[in-house]
């Protein structure tokens, strides 16, 4: 059978396709619109669908709207309570428009019957997107998250593609939007810039986890509790782009222990619930990678997985699955992130002539690329389909040399970035041990952090974060065979099994996508190489004279 899967109704609306149980295409609307997160979540925006992304993944399987069984709508209007979303006079606005969403989607899918569309719970969509996606036929699952209809958490037990709910906390408690409370305190974009909270958490000590530990807590029944904070108590509001101090470092690194501490008590007493040896992971909050380390070491699981697309973008994913395993079609699980877009040789060639530029087409990329590296360029990488998700990984990446220290800030300016975020580091999955510890093995999807072992930590200096960190991606040789080669040829010129990979794209831009992205940002930026499939281009062959 056909699903689609829609998220509209907060930010990263996105689409995705399962066919006969099988992940056949994933994609976020910003990719296409090139607006990054495709949307604010307010409530007038509620009515913007991922259109591009939808006709995309339809155009992917040689399929028309009316060819569907149904469509997933992540969200489900009728258990919206008035009395526990978060005080906003236009939060009926947004039920209004998730109401009218199979009308809408009618429109912005000729021939699609408005009653083929199906409401699906937001985090019953999440915790599919996890669980049901996940390598195992039976685990505990965690969803944490700014906020659905009535709730911000849901904490379940998937066994042979059934999920029992067992608990769930009701607004206006949330891990989630304390801290994007936080992250708008600190002068960033709240539901966009959390991570950058996340990275500063390191520079600080946890001075305020008393006060903090007495205002976020577990209630022992599956829920916690997040009482009003007053953020200026403890460090001044900041504007955009305004200096932090010692004092906001220290909150974040209060409120992010406090975090941690709050998620273990939630894993364990669901693990106590359940008894599963795995624990599957999905909503925004688990995209905090940090805590995502400390749950599996301190945890109670043997392994955590947690779902790539991990934000609202994988409730589209969730919400396909969801439908597909309730008409009873086996589900295959979760193939990787490369789940987008993608283009043949000939047709990349045609993009490089029409942009008039000269290429060449190395009789070995991997050497080649492997020598500008370890020459200490920055090269632009396409190849393949593109990432499901946030994070970049080898397919649409920007990168660099890691023995060289000066490439954080030079990574940061090439992007615009915030000089105290780390950059992070790729590295052979056989290898990864020998250089890293803690974290989980392999880790190809970049969503937890792992000890940098101190002999290396001189050796590959631009992808260790202050605290002795990096938030690394495994290659298997397998999987991504060029990726591999390329990071053995890296090696056997440098000794350093790992190279720098960070997204590619700049400050306030979606991740490239297309071959017209990846030549507007290499013609923008101050990056040597584009290597676009197999077709490798000089900065200085194109800017000569």
């Avoid at 998730?98 to 937001?122: S, Y």
């Avoid at 050796?459 to 690394?472: L, N, Y």
Wanted: include cysteine.
């Amino acid at each position: 059978m056909r699903f689609l899967g829609i998220n509209a109704i907060f930010h990263d609306p996105s689409a995705a396709l399962v066919v006969d149980g099988e992940i056949v295409a994933a994609a976020e609307e910003e990719r296409f619109s090139r607006r990054k997160h495709g949307k604010r979540p307010v409530p007038f925006s509620a009515w913007e669908l991922p259109e591009l992304a939808a006709a995309w993944c339809l155009e992917q399987a040689g399929l028309r709207p009316e060819d569907l069984d149904a469509v997933a709508y992540s969200y489900d209007p009728e258990l919206v309570r008035a009395e526990d979303v978060p005080a906003d006079r236009w939060e009926e606005l947004r039920t209004t428009y998730a109401r009218r969403a199979p009308n809408f989607l009618a429109t912005a899918l000729p021939g699609l019957d408005p009653a083929q569309v199906r409401f699906v719970p937001h985090h019953i969509a999440h915790a599919a997107s996890a669980g049901l996606a996940a390598p195992y036929r039976e685990s505990a699952v965690l969803v944490c998250d700014g906020r659905g209809e009535a709730v911000s958490h849901l904490a379940g037990h998937y066994r042979d593609g059934e999920l029992t709910v067992l608990a769930s906390q009701g607004l206006p408690h949330s891990l989630g939007l304390m801290y994007e409370d936080l992250t708008q305190h600190l002068g960033f974009l709240r539901s966009s810039d959390e991570y950058k909270v996340m990275a500063m958490a390191s520079y600080g000590e946890p001075r305020f986890l008393k006060e903090m530990r007495e205002l976020i807590y577990p209630t022992g029944d599956g829920g916690f509790r997040v009482e009003p904070i007053d953020w200026s108590a403890y460090a001044k509001a900041l504007g955009k782009g305004e200096r932090w101090t010692a004092d906001h470092a220290d909150l974040t690194a209060s409120v992010q222990t406090r975090l941690e501490e709050v998620l273990l008590e939630l894993a364990r007493w669901l693990h106590g619930r359940t008894g599963a040896r795995f624990l599957t992971m999905a909503g925004g909050v688990a995209l905090n990678c940090v805590a995502n380390t400390r749950l599996l070491a301190e945890g109670p699981f043997e392994d955590v997985w947690v779902q790539p697309a991990a934000g609202d973008s994988g409730t589209a994913l969730g919400g396909a699955l969801h439908l597909a395993q309730a008409h009873g079609d086996p589900i295959t699980s979760m193939p990787g992130a490369d789940l987008g877009r993608q283009w043949s040789d000939e047709e990349l060639a045609a993009w490089l002539d029409v942009a008039r530029v000269p290429y060449e087409r190395p009789a070995d990329l991997a050497a080649t690329v492997a020598e500008e590296l370890a020459a200490d360029r920055i090269v632009a990488w396409f190849q393949g389909r593109s990432e499901y998700g946030p994070r970049a990984l080898g397919r649409r990446s920007l990168l660099a040399h890691p023995g060289k220290p000066g490439n954080t800030e030079r990574l940061n300016d090439v992007k615009g970035r915030e000089q105290f975020r780390p950059i992070a580091p790729m590295v052979l999955a056989e290898r990864a041990s020998q250089i890293f510890g803690r974290g989980p093995m392999p880790s190809p999807y970049m969503l937890f952090v792992h000890d940098v072992r101190p002999e290396w930590r001189d050796r590959i200096p631009a992808v260790v974060h202050v605290d002795g960190t990096a938030r690394i991606q495994t290659v298997e040789s397998g999987r991504d065979p060029l990726l591999a080669r390329l990071l053995a040829e890296f090696e056997a010129r440098t000794g350093l099994p790992v190279v720098v990979n960070t997204s590619l794209n700049t400050a306030g831009r979606p991740m490239v996508d297309d071959p017209r992205d990846a030549l507007e940002c290499f013609g923008s930026s101050p990056v040597d190489v584009l290597v676009l499939g197999p077709y490798v281009v000089r900065r200085g062959a194109v800017f000569a004279g």
